[in-house]
C-alpha cells in the first residue's frame, strides 16, 4: 500500500513538472550578444516598451517604440505589427518586455526578449541611436509654412511608431502623383512637442490638411490613398 502511495506521488511530481516546462519553454529569451546577431538579419521587428522618453533617450537602431506602461498606447500600435515576422522585444532591464512578450505571444505573435535590457545592451558596448538632443521646429517656423503655401499636408510621425511605418508607402504614392499639388510638412512626434502642442495632435500619425492658412481636413490614423485625394480636392 506504502509503495503504490509513493508511486503515484512521483508520477503526479513528474507531471506537475512536465506541465511547468511546457509553459515556461515557448517565451524565447536572448543575451545582448544573440540578440544583436539575431536583429541584422532581415524580415524582422524591434519594439522598445519603454517610454517615449526613454526611448528618446538611446534606443537600437530601426527599432519601434510602444510604451508597456500605457496599454491603450501599446494596443494601438501593436495591432500594425506583422504577426508573419518575428518580434524582437526590450525594455531597460526585461521586466517590461516579459509582460509585453507575454501579451503578444497571447495573440500569436513570435515574440523574442532581450536578457537584460537595453541595460545589459549597453553594458556589452553595443551600439544605440537618439539622444534627445535634436532641434525642435519652432512654431513661429510651423506658422510660417503654413501661411506660406496655398496647400500643406502636415504629416504628424515617427521612425519609430508601426502605424506610422505603415503609411510611409501611401505617403510616397501621394507625393509622386499628387491629386493636387501640395507642400508636404513633416512634424516629428518625438521631437516638435510644441508645434504638436499647438496643433492638439495626441496620437499618432495625425495628418492635417491647411488650404489658405486654415484647417479644412484632419485624421488620426491609418489613411488610404483615396481618403487623401478626396481631402485634397475637397
Known amino acids: 500500500m506504502k509503495c503504490k502511495f509513493c ?85 531597460q532591464a526585461g521586466g517590461r518586455s516579459a509582460s509585453a512578450q507575454a501579451a503578444l505571444e497571447a495573440q500569436g505573435y513570435k515574440v523574442i526578449n532581450l536578457e537584460g535590457g537595453m541595460s545589459n545592451w549597453k553594458m556589452n558596448g553595443f551600439p544605440v541611436e537618439g539622444a534627445g538632443n535634436k532641434a525642435q521646429m519652432r512654431v513661429e517656423d510651423f506658422d510660417k509654412t503654413i501661411s506660406s503655401n496655398k496647400i500643406v499636408l502636415v504629416d504628424i510621425g515617427a521612425d519609430w511608431c508601426p502605424p506610422c511605418r505603415k503609411m510611409l508607402p501611401v505617403l510616397e504614392t501621394l507625393k509622386q502623383k499628387p491629386s493636387a499639388p501640395f507642400y508636404f510638412l513633416a512634424v516629428d512626434g518625438g521631437e516638435d512637442i510644441e508645434v504638436m502642442k499647438s496643433l492638439k495632435s495626441e496620437g499618432l500619425p495625425t495628418f492635417i490638411l491647411f488650404k489658405n492658412g486654415k484647417e479644412t481636413w484632419r485624421h488620426q490614423g491609418l489613411v488610404t490613398l483615396e481618403e487623401f485625394n478626396a481631402a485634397l480636392n475637397k
Open 7 to 91: 508511486i503515484c506521488l512521483f508520477l503526479m511530481a513528474s507531471f506537475i513538472m512536465s506541465c511547468a516546462q511546457t509553459s515556461t519553454s515557448s517565451s524565447e529569451v536572448l543575451n545582448a550578444a544573440a540578440f544583436k546577431e539575431a536583429i541584422t538579419t532581415k524580415n524582422i521587428q524591434v519594439l522598445d516598451v519603454r517610454t517615449a522618453t526613454e526611448f528618446n533617450g538611446g534606443h537600437i537602431k530601426h527599432a519601434l517604440q510602444a510604451n508597456w506602461l500605457d496599454q491603450k498606447e501599446f494596443a494601438d500600435r501593436t495591432q500594425h505589427l506583422d504577426k508573419n515576422l518575428p518580434v524582437y522585444v526590450y525594455c
